[in-house]
């Protein structure tokens, strides 16, 4: 009797325990987190083979690749739990009324923990960047300033918060190599983020509302800091990459499937009023994805296969996970375990 109880309550904690962590990733936006770690890849990879010696972080080329990565991973997933949790805690009360389904809203994650484990994540980032030199210890304790300022009240500003989103991930990008000259692909990323969060932005219909006087701040905001990073590459002597001749075709096609496939997708759903925060959710997770997309393009474009390879193994386990949450998101709302709002 003893022996099947015990097994009853195996049966019962495993999927109890599989829905939790599957509530976790949720709270954790994989497809925000998972790409922030292949933009922060990207860099550590190519700085070892476009950067000159004396833009290349010493610290960091003394490791073998394997601690590389493990630093390029823990520091932006870091301050990205540290900043998505924080986000959802600040903003309880609102996803209480206007995302009900939200783990945190919905009480499957406690405020508490969240909380704690924004605190720890944190810590967790600073730690690792003081293994690459002060310099980049003084740009994680930037970008972490940068989400703070989010958070309280970057977001409710519509140009403000979509380009603070934007830079927040190119400072992250250089967190590990902090004096990289060749800086195109924070350039696509930064202007990435931001057109596609705006397009976002429009079609869930969020309040306040992009005016006209937003769109031209936005765009000349955006327009102001990637010229910047050009400016800063003319400075470095890496605009043009004589060794690369082909860097840029890998990102270019990339791009121009992005924006067919945008196209595709947006098109026949903008007319359907009622499905509106869903498509724009869903456009949300390709539109990140779709970074590991360019990141894997660099390397190719370059000749690392084994290092594009790397990018693409990380690329499928962020779809599957997103895929995951999606579908245990899509069944729950089938069952009633989710109010909509």
């Known amino acids: 009797?003893?022996?099947?109880?015990?097994?009853?309550?195996?049966?019962?904690?495993?999927?109890?325990?599989?829905?939790?962590?599957?509530?976790?990733?949720?709270?954790?936006?994989?497809?925000?987190?998972?790409?922030?770690?292949?933009?922060?890849?990207?860099?550590v990879l190519l700085s070892a083979y476009v950067d000159s010696s004396q833009h290349q972080n010493a610290a960091l080329m003394q490791m073998p690749l394997a601690l590389r990565l493990l630093l390029a991973t823990l520091i932006p997933a870091g301050l990205g739990i540290c900043g998505i949790f924080f986000n959802d805690v600040l903003d309880l009360k609102h996803d209480r009324t206007f995302r009900p389904a939200s783990p945190i809203a919905a009480g499957r994650v406690s405020v508490s923990r969240a909380a704690t484990l924004?605190?720890?994540?944190?810590?967790?980032?600073?730690g690792a960047a003081t293994f690459l030199g002060s310099f980049s210890t003084m740009l994680c304790v930037m970008t972490a300033g940068a989400i703070l300022f989010f958070n309280i009240c970057g977001k409710f500003l519509p140009?403000?918060?979509?380009?603070?989103?934007?830079?927040?991930?190119?400072?992250?990008?250089?967190?590990?190599?902090?004096?990289?000259?060749?800086?195109?692909?924070?350039?696509?990323?930064?202007?990435?983020?931001?057109?596609?969060?705006?397009m976002v932005y429009a079609v869930e219909g969020r309040r306040p509302r992009m005016r006209g006087t937003d769109l031209g701040q936005l765009a000349a905001g955006t327009l102001f800091w990637a010229v910047l990073l050009v400016l800063f590459m003319v400075m470095r002597q890496t605009v043009l990459l004589h060794d690369y001749p082909n860097i840029w075709m890998g990102p270019l096609g990339a791009l121009g499937i992005f924006v067919v496939i945008s196209i595709a997708y947006l098109k026949p759903r903008l007319p359907v009023l009622r499905a509106r925060r869903q498509t724009a959710r869903r456009y949300q997770q390709l539109a990140m994805l779709w970074l590991?997309?360019?990141?894997?393009?660099?390397?190719?474009?370059?000749?690392?296969?084994?290092?594009?390879?790397?990018?693409?193994?990380?690329?499928?386990?962020?779809?599957?996970?997103?895929?995951?949450?999606?579908?245990?998101?899509?069944y729950a709302d089938e069952a009633g375990r989710y109010r909509v709002a």
């Open 159 to 198: 140009a403000t918060g979509l380009i603070s989103m934007g830079l927040i991930r190119v400072m992250t990008m250089f967190i590990c190599v902090p004096q990289m000259g060749f800086a195109w692909p924070a350039c696509m990323t930064l202007s990435h983020i931001v057109i596609c969060m705006a």
């Open 292 to 330: 590991i997309v360019y990141d894997m393009s660099w390397m190719l474009s370059i000749g690392k296969i084994f290092e594009a390879i790397l990018i693409a193994v990380l690329g499928v386990v962020a779809a599957g996970i997103v895929t995951l949450v999606a579908l245990r998101r899509h």
């Open 118 to 126: 924004a605190i720890a994540s944190l810590l967790v980032a600073l």
């Open 1 to 43: 009797m003893l022996n099947n109880k015990s097994s009853t309550e195996v049966k019962m904690t495993h999927p109890l325990r599989i829905t939790r962590i599957i509530d976790w990733l949720e709270l954790a936006r994989p497809e925000h987190l998972f790409s922030a770690i292949s933009n922060s890849w990207l860099l």
